[in-house]
């Protein structure tokens, strides 16, 4: 699939590349603000929004940005959450069928097993527009996602700076059958491969939850005590690594003798602190303020008759402790 790189352009919300690879964002938690209510062509639609799981940090807030602009558009919304399971998913795209709402948006925690929905939705004319992952079949009318890929290889390249190229590396992997989480494994190894040779990788199969990377991480210390660095593929599972690294006895602060670093993904207020305390090193930060804006620009777009940006695809920042406290960091703007 051709995806452009193409970031949103209004200047009091949206994000701007920077340096091919970094994103900053200009403004707080204000919508793409052009039109008011009166004025969009949004006004009085019904929103039918099936969430990919409100127990994880970064949903909640795109989840809460999104409901924010729909409400200054005149919108009605409905949130369905997932609960970051696809059988709950499928289910709620039933329901949302049966209402027959003028707009769904959809991020499936298995876009395989939601393509059946998405034929129905196409097949009664709702606009679909989808969230970070696609199915293999069916339309939509606008995909919006992170460029996982880049925030993987992001990530080993963050691993092999603090390891000095050399050394095991757990890798702690969401959900098999997601495809953040096969993205950010996909680029992980391949930036390995090419770059890093004396890199080991053991990956730990944590299905995004923190109890089970806190037994996983137990576990392979068990197996291996040697471990160089540990990344993990969102910041709600370095919840389970610290409590595991804690648990043995291997949980020392950045800069402390004995210290094992340790990478997140997300850029959560909660990485965020762990890397102001030095129980975590970096963060792979991706945007949900971005990320909403852009979609819900998309709807805008597409019921004005203006041209839509079939695919938006954006950029990861790396997030270390000299950059943490940025403005520019989403968790940053939340939880104040």
Do not use: C
Not at 45 to 61: D, M, R
Not at 193 to 211: N, Q
Request: glycine share 10%; no cysteine.
């Amino acid at each position: 699939m051709d995806t452009k790189t193409r970031m949103p352009m209004n200047r009091r919300t949206l994000m701007q590349l920077a340096a091919g690879v970094a994103f900053m964002m200009t403004g707080a938690l204000a919508a793409p603000g052009a039109a008011r209510a009166e004025d969009s062509a949004l006004k009085g639609k019904n929103l039918a929004y099936i969430a990919f799981g409100l127990q994880y940090e970064y949903q909640v807030t795109l989840v809460d940005h999104v409901k924010k602009l729909a409400a200054e558009k005149g919108m009605n919304i409905s949130v369905y959450d997932g609960k970051g399971d696809p059988s709950t998913q499928t289910t709620q795209m039933l329901d949302v069928l049966s209402k027959q709402p003028d707009i769904i948006l959809l991020n499936p925690v298995d876009a395989k097993l939601l393509q059946g929905g998405v034929r129905k939705a196409n097949e009664a004319g709702i606009p679909l527009f989808m969230l970070e992952n696609l199915p293999p079949e069916g339309e939509w009318v606008a995909y919006n996602t992170f460029d996982d890929v880049a925030g993987g290889r992001a990530a080993a390249d963050a691993v092999a700076k603090l390891t000095g190229g050399k050394g095991l590396v757990l890798e702690v992997r969401g959900a098999i059958g997601s495809g953040q989480s096969e993205k950010r494994y996909q680029g992980f190894h391949e930036q390995m491969e090419a770059k890093y040779p004396d890199i080991k990788i053991e990956t730990l199969k944590a299905e995004w939850a923190a109890d089970t990377a806190q037994t996983l991480t137990v576990d392979a210390f068990t197996r291996d005590p040697n471990v160089a660095a540990i990344w993990a593929h969102n910041d709600e599972m370095i919840r389970g690594v610290v409590s595991a690294l804690r648990q043995i006895d291997r949980l020392k602060l950045a800069g402390e003798e004995g210290h094992i670093p340790v990478i997140g993904f997300d850029g959560t207020p909660l990485g965020l602190q762990r890397i102001r305390e030095g129980t975590q090193t970096a963060d792979v930060g991706q945007n949900p303020f971005s990320m909403g804006s852009s979609i819900v620009e998309q709807m805008e777009n597409h019921f004005s008759g203006k041209p839509v940006e079939k695919n938006t695809l954006i950029q990861p920042v790396m997030i270390w402790k000299e950059n943490v406290d940025s403005e520019e960091n989403w968790g940053n703007m939340v939880k104040g």
